[in-house]
């Protein structure tokens, strides 16, 4: 194994960074995650509104693809990638992505969010990757076709408010509805791409 753009579609980028073998390892996280972008949102858990249960994705290749993610912004030459710098984690989440080891849901811990706007799904939305402090700790933001990720980079555990929530193996796969007006960083940038793609009156 060897970084204000806004895209909508599913497109991505791409950028080889890998050997053949470790593409290979990497891919089989990506084809088991891909049912978290392809497959319908399930149903809202019962008594919550909320709360959803993708009962077909498990914790270890679909939290394997995050930090793969992680990773390759981070080693990555494109400006898109330019926020995200792990710094000595880099090398700890390669061997954890070499070895095939998530680590516990403490470490290195990403929460999923469905991106809603006025109530709707909104699945074509991207935007660089940022970063963020909660309580001392470093975050990066990830908007990925329709979801947002919060993965905590920190050498100590995420608040424990956020440890409730994060990807576990202790309990399905869960992500969390959210409006995209609540999100700070996503406003600014939805609010700045509609400015400059509103239609001109001739």
Not at 10 to 27: H, M, N, V
Not at 112 to 123: C, D, R, V
């Amino acid at each position: 194994m060897r970084k204000g753009k806004v895209r909508r579609g599913q497109k991505g980028y791409w950028e080889r960074l890998l050997c053949k073998d470790c593409e290979a390892l990497i891919s089989r996280f990506e084809r088991h995650s891909r049912r978290l972008f392809a497959d319908p949102l399930p149903p809202l858990a019962s008594n919550t509104r909320t709360v959803r249960q993708h009962l077909r994705l498990t914790y270890h290749p679909l939290k394997l693809f995050f930090l793969s993610i992680l990773w390759r912004s981070s080693v990555s030459t494109d400006s898109f990638f330019k926020h995200v710098s792990l710094g000595p984690h880099e090398e700890k989440i390669r061997l954890m992505l070499l070895n095939e080891n998530p680590g516990p849901p403490n470490v290195y811990s990403p929460m999923i969010f469905a991106l809603h706007f006025s109530g709707q799904p909104l699945p074509d939305f991207m935007i660089e990757p940022m970063p963020t402090r909660y309580e001392a700790r470093k975050c990066y933001w990830f908007v990925l076709a329709g979801f947002v990720v919060l993965i905590f980079v920190a050498s100590h555990d995420a608040p424990l408010k956020f440890l409730r929530h994060v990807l576990s193996p202790n309990r399905p796969i869960e992500t969390y509805d959210k409006e995209l007006i609540s999100f700070g960083f996503l406003r600014d940038v939805w609010n700045k791409s509609a400015e400059t793609t509103k239609d001109v009156v001739i």
